[in-house]
């Protein structure tokens, strides 16, 4: 509170020497507390994807107003829910990686210490590949 007051009197002292108030005006705005407190909406947890699939609804119903006219959404969505389907997403990933895993690299075109090739050995070797005979024939 004491930033706010210090920036509250400064805007005050302004006012007052620009003639914008009167001496009485400023010294009963100087005596008053300050009793704001800084406040944002409740976040009961996390759930990036949900959020944007929620905002991007909105601005497609309410186009840009969607940012300007103060609305409160409310989900279905519970804390529960949300954390299970997260836990779900993570298993099954981690799942999936166990069985198939991480193969390697499809091609090593160089190793470490070896001289790297130059532009037309890598586009000699790609020549040799379905996928750029398949690029080349649908020009």
């Known amino acids: ?6 920036r509250r009197n400064v805007v005050l002292s302004r006012m007052l020497s620009e003639g914008y108030i009167t001496q009485s005006q400023y010294d009963q705005a100087r005596s008053q507390t300050i009793d704001a407190s800084y406040h944002t909406p409740e976040i009961a947890f996390s ?5 944007e699939m929620v905002r991007q609804e909105m601005v497609s119903r309410y186009g840009e107003q969607a940012y300007e006219d103060g609305y409160r959404v409310y989900t279905t969505i519970t804390r529960k829910n949300q954390q299970a389907a997260q836990q779900a997403v993570r298993n099954n990933v981690l799942d999936y990686d166990m069985r198939h895993g991480y193969r390697g690299p499809e091609k090593v075109l160089w190793k470490v210490g070896e001289t790297p090739w130059d532009n037309q050995k890598i586009l000699d070797t790609l020549k040799k590949t379905p996928e750029y005979r398949t690029a080349l024939s649908r020009r």
Do not use: H
Not at 47 to 51: A, E, G, K, V
């Open 1 to 6: 509170m004491d930033r706010a007051t210090a």
């Open 47 to 51: 759930s990036p994807y949900l959020s």
